[in-house]
C-alpha cells in the first residue's frame, strides 16, 4: 500500500513537473515571436505537440490554454481575451487527438491543416473581426472575410510550412532520446510511457 502511494505521489510529481516545464517554454517561445506587419511567426506550438504526444489531448488543451493565461499575466499585450484562449485550447486538443503516442507524418500533417486552415484562420479570425468591428457602413462579414480572414492567410501558409517540417521531427527526437519513455502519462497506472512501434495514420 505504502509503495503503491510513493509511485503515485512520484508519478504526480513528474505529471505535473512536465506540464509546468512546457507551459513555461510556450510562454518563452511565444515572447520569442516574429512579428512584421500581418505575419506573426512563433515556435510556441512546439511544447504543446509534446505535451499533446505525451498525455493527448487534456495535454495540448492545458499547456496551451493555461499557457496563454499565464502569457497574459507574465506580458499583457492588451486586455485579456477568453475567446482565443480557447481557441488555442481547441489547438492544442485537435493535436493531443492525432499525436498521442504517435509520430505519424500523416496524422501530425492532418492537425497542422486543421489547427492551421480551419481553426486559426477562420475561427481565430471571427474573433479578432468581432474585436475589431466598427460599424461604419461596412457589412461585418465582408469584414470577416475581405479584410481579416484574407490578411491571414499569408500567415497560415508560411505556419503550416514551418509546423509540417519542425512537429515530425520533433516527435522523432522525442522518440530517438528516449525521454518520452521517462515521463508518466495519464490514465496509465504508473506505468511508463510505451512508444508506438509501429506509427500507422
Known amino acids: 500500500m505504502r509503495e503503491n502511494s510513493r509511485l503515485n505521489i512520484r508519478n504526480s510529481t513528474v505529471v505535473l513537473t512536465t506540464f509546468a516545464v512546457l507551459m513555461a517554454a510556450e510562454v518563452v ?27 493527448g489531448a487534456f495535454g495540448g488543451i492545458a499547456v ?10 507574465v506580458h499583457p499585450v492588451g486586455a485579456w481575451y477568453p475567446p482565443i ?30 489547427n492551421q486552415w480551419i481553426v486559426s ?10 474585436l475589431m468591428y466598427k460599424p461604419d457602413g461596412e457589412g461585418f462579414f465582408s469584414f ?8 491571414r492567410l499569408l500567415p497560415a501558409a508560411i505556419m503550416t510550412a514551418i509546423q509540417l517540417v519542425i512537429i515530425p521531427v520533433t516527435l522523432k527526437a522525442l522518440d530517438r532520446t528516449g525521454f ?20 500507422k495514420a
Open 121 to 130: 484562420l477562420f475561427i481565430t479570425s471571427l474573433w479578432i473581426s468581432l
Open 64 to 73: 496551451y490554454g493555461l499557457g496563454d493565461i499565464l502569457g497574459c499575466i
Open 85 to 114: 484562449t480557447l481557441t488555442y485550447a481547441l489547438i492544442g486538443g485537435i493535436y493531443g487527438l492525432f499525436l498521442k503516442n504517435s509520430k505519424s507524418i500523416v496524422r501530425s500533417s492532418i492537425a497542422v491543416i486543421i
Open 180 to 199: 518520452a519513455k521517462k515521463l508518466v502519462p495519464f490514465g496509465n497506472n504508473g506505468k511508463q510511457l510505451r512508444v508506438q512501434k509501429s506509427d
Open 29 to 55: 517561445l511565444n515572447l520569442l515571436e516574429i512579428h512584421t506587419g500581418t505575419i506573426k511567426i512563433n515556435l510556441a506550438f512546439i511544447p504543446v505537440v509534446v505535451a499533446a504526444h505525451l498525455y
Open 144 to 151: 470577416y472575410i475581405t479584410i481579416i480572414t484574407t490578411m
